[in-house]
């Protein structure tokens, strides 16, 4: 099974700042996706394969990488991004997820 | 538009048996695979399993073999997810999400709470 290791597991963070957020695998990935999760809502997807932008995401969510190391990234950080953001790989099967990065307004 | 409306909520006791729903809108249910996620404060997000609605082929995750099951009903575009026997530890949120194009979780259900306690 491939470990995801997120960091840092929690961020505070000042309005309009930029915010980095880092997936490291245990194994070389071809499909790593990353989510959003608001407090008492379902996760939803915000970057796919690595660098891919879905529609209706806001511009300032971007995401890079490859092999085992990647990053999302949020230019410019809202109140409305307060959220925890998980990485998903599903290279292979069983899929996983990182721990999650819980990101909050300083 | 794509949704994903699941069941609500469910509190059952240790031994019981269970079945929660996913109904898909808005998109051919045959053509991607379904997926349940379990979330958990202490292990976060794992996947559980799958589903190709077009024939009910499934894979399970290690940790949930044996211990669940998935299956698919054409005819009303809806997945399930069963327990035979529920343990304190299936206490979880349960989301089902498809996907689509890739193998991204395009869109996920609002998830459904269960709790089993005695």
């Known amino acids: 099974e491939i470990v995801l290791t997120q960091s840092p597991d929690f961020q505070s963070v000042t309005p309009k700042e930029k915010v980095t957020i880092t997936c490291r695998a245990s194994?070389?990935?071809?499909?790593l996706h990353w989510y959003q999760q608001k407090p008492g809502q379902s996760p939803r997807l915000l970057i796919k394969?690595?660098?891919q932008s879905i529609s209706g995401v806001p511009s300032r969510f971007s995401g890079s990488g490859s092999g085992t190391d990647f990053t999302l990234t949020i230019n410019g950080l809202e109140a409305e991004d307060v959220a925890t953001y998980y990485c998903?790989?599903?290279?292979?099967?069983?899929?996983?997820f990182g721990g999650g990065t819980k990101v909050e307004i300083k | 538009e794509v949704q994903l409306v699941q069941s609500g909520t469910a509190l059952k006791k240790p031994g019981e048996s269970l079945r929660i729903s996913c109904s898909v809108s808005?998109?051919?249910?045959?053509?991607?695979?379904i997926h349940w996620v379990r979330q958990t404060p202490g292990k976060g997000l794992e996947w559980m399993g799958r589903?190709?609605?077009?024939?009910?082929?499934?894979s399970y995750g290690p940790s949930f073999q044996g211990h669940v099951a998935i299956s698919a009903d054409k005819s009303t575009s809806t997945a399930y997810l069963s327990w035979s026997s529920l343990k304190a530890s299936d206490t979880a949120i349960y989301y089902c999400?498809?996907?689509?194009?890739?193998?991204?979780?395009?869109?996920w259900g609002q998830g459904t709470r269960v709790t089993v306690s005695s």
């Open positions: 394969s690595a660098s």
């Open positions: 808005g998109y051919t249910f045959t053509s991607s695979w």
């Open positions: 998903h790989q599903s290279t292979t099967l069983p899929p996983t």
């Open positions: 194994q070389s990935l071809s499909s």
């Open positions: 999400a498809m996907s689509t194009v890739t193998t991204a979780y395009d869109y």
């Open positions: 589903i190709d609605p077009n024939d009910s082929y499934t």
